[in-house]
């Protein structure tokens, strides 16, 4: 999702106020329960089915209107049904069978008592009218609204982007991660010549009398809420059939039709991208529903088969390389890490905010991995190694669960380093490559822990890498590699780490360091894989003192070597 880092002038006033690691985040409020609690009450005894969402922009006073039709299966006795929709959007009329229902407002939510909710196993469809200005977007895509602006020819171009903010921030509908629609529906109606382009397929253009034309687009699979998009703006389109691993998909790109041309040159980097992922993670997750870049007025969002492309028309992040290593100027950041999000947070999907870790470190390690199929293993290494810089350990990357609360922005290049470090202990890439296409498909079209993925991990991988994400998603810490060499002895121990953090670590002993490309890398020496504990233990060696030790940088750990070490 939101690229969250700090890479202009412009842009830190921007992210500050959400990134400030100075927030009290232990507060919660009541209507972060009510946002954030996946198994409340009103939530736990139905299960989305289909949204038949339809909405009616209005830019010239920045209003929508419509409705929701939600259809949901009763998977336990009905009782009150919880529905949010964030102030100051009001709630029209709730219906149920052609008869209104009483809707008790609660802050950014709301309860009815439906009449006939539905036997266990059956199914119900309630309505929910609505209309109202919903909060603009100022700092799209990190505040979360909708973005009502023109384009540099006057157009009116519109846009949602609500991650963490909510999709309640503009339709009605069970607001959490937790559940998805198995399908859904997104009618948006909007005044012409604009064209609305949202998620799925394009099923049908509806002109009207009063000169405002409704696009129909059908997402035929589970969607997560904040992916859902309205988008419209004065596009044209083109676009081109991709041979993947699961036959032939549909590759769509709505640029504004004034940027055509750059965008036929650089959308190109699409099929790149697609043949690394794919081989990486697995098929492309929604080959019924196709890809498309849609150009937005914000830098970008994965929103499911209609990803946000705000970048500008060139590579890096907007012209810059967050890896500080000039890698990250030789493709399109937003192209690709926010199609990665196809993979890991889309088709994979965090039940709970607190981990959105999911979502955000694979799409940071996804970066990794389209450098290194486009210029090899070393270079994505040295993308992923780079990316270091901007982990700030302010607070821990899983955030408060049941509140809507989202961790540290370190799940970005702390947890891609994590994933990196952990590929470094597999110490196998095809079994890696396995590990990661296996999460695709055990898991695929689903909501899920953290802890699913960290299990999933550990048992493929044949050993248990808990402790090592403990330290590294629910602490500040990094760890710490403690050494001395004397008399030809090393002692050496993990310092900084939780409990039972016994992490393999490779050191090279002797060689000799020298600067290539910028770097600094040993020759010679011999490589050897350490087993610390919290625990000094000894091991003979013939190098003579500490600045021979040299710990493999592709882990992301300290070294420090001591003056002394405690006799036992
Ligand atoms: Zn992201």
Redesign the pocket.
């Known amino acids: ?3 969250t880092t700090l890479v202009s002038a412009a842009l830190v006033s921007l992210i500050l106020p959400a990134a400030a690691g100075a927030q009290d985040t232990t507060h919660f409020t009541h209507a972060d329960t009510l946002r954030g609690d996946i198994n409340a009450p009103g939530r736990a005894w139905w299960d989305a089915e289909f949204y038949d969402l339809h909405v009616a922009v209005n830019p010239a006073d920045s209003s929508v209107s419509g409705w929701n039709a939600i259809t949901y299966r009763v998977v336990s006795a009905p009782r009150e049904m919880q529905l949010d929709l964030r102030e100051p959007i009001a709630i029209d009329s709730v219906v149920q069978d052609g008869r209104h229902v009483a809707a008790r407002r609660d802050s950014n939510a709301f309860f009815v008592r439906l009449p006939d909710a539905g036997r266990v196993g059956g199914r119900g469809t309630v309505t929910v009218y609505f209309h109202g200005r919903p909060r603009v977007a100022h700092h799209a895509p990190w505040d979360g609204g909708v973005v009502w602006t023109r384009d540099s020819l006057g157009n009116t171009y519109v846009a949602s982007a609500v991650e963490g903010f909510g999709a309640s921030g503009w339709w009605p509908l069970k607001d959490t991660e937790a559940d998805e629609p198995d399908s859904q529906r997104v009618a948006i109606t909007i005044p012409d010549p604009i064209i609305d382009v949202s998620n799925g397929r394009l099923r049908s253009v509806t002109h009207h009398p009063d000169h405002t034309t409704t696009w129909e687009w059908f997402v035929t699979n589970p969607i997560n809420s904040y992916d859902v998009a309205l988008n419209a703006g004065s596009y044209t389109h083109f676009g081109w059939i991709y041979e993947g691993e699961n036959g032939p998909l549909t590759m769509d790109f709505w640029p504004l039709a004034y940027h055509r041309q750059a965008a036929e040159q650089q959308f190109k980097q699409a099929n790149a991208m697609m043949s690394c992922f794919e081989h990486w993670f697995g098929p492309y997750p929604w080959y019924r529903d196709g890809y498309k870049l849609v150009e937005t007025p914000h830098l970008g969002m ?1 929103h499911q088969s209609a990803v946000a492309y705000g970048n500008r028309y060139q590579n890096g992040y907007l012209g810059t390389d967050l890896s500080g290593t000039g890698l990250g100027l030789l493709w399109d950041f937003i192209i690709v ?2 199609s990665a ?1 196809e993979w890991w ?1 889309n088709s994979l999907t965090s039940k709970d905010h607190a981990d959105m870790w999911i ?2 470190s694979f ?1 940071n390690y996804a970066e990794a991995i389209y450098t290194e199929c486009r210029f090899g293993k070393e270079a994505g290494a040295k993308y992923q190694i780079g990316s270091r810089k901007r982990v700030r350990n302010d607070k821990p990357i899983v955030g408060h669960f049941g509140v809507n609360d989202e961790g540290s922005g370190d799940m ?1 290049y702390k947890g891609g380093n994590m994933l990196h470090t952990i590929r470094q202990l597999v110490n196998d890439d095809e079994k890696w490559r396995g590990i990661l296409r296996g999460l695709q498909s055990t898991f695929r079209h689903q909501t899920v822990t953290g802890k699913q993925v960290e299990d999933y991990i550990s048992q493929q991988a044949g050993m248990d890498l808990s402790p090592v994400f403990a330290e590294y998603l629910t602490t500040t810490m990094i760890p710490s590699l403690e050494y001395r060499v004397e008399n030809g002895t090393l002692a050496y121990r993990w310092t900084d780490v939780v409990p039972n953090f016994a992490m393999p670590v490779r050191v090279t002993l002797g060689g000799s360091t020298l600067t290539r490309g910028g770097s600094t890398v040993v020759e010679g020496g011999d490589s050897v894989v350490l087993h610390p504990t919290a625990q000094w233990q000894t091991m003979p060696t013939t190098i003579r003192d500490a600045s021979q030790l040299h710990v493999d940088e592709n882990y992301y750990v300290t070294a420090r070597p001591v003056s002394s070490v405690p006799q036992p």
């Open positions: 999702m939101r690229p994965e890490h926010e999000h947070g979502h955000e799409a970005y």
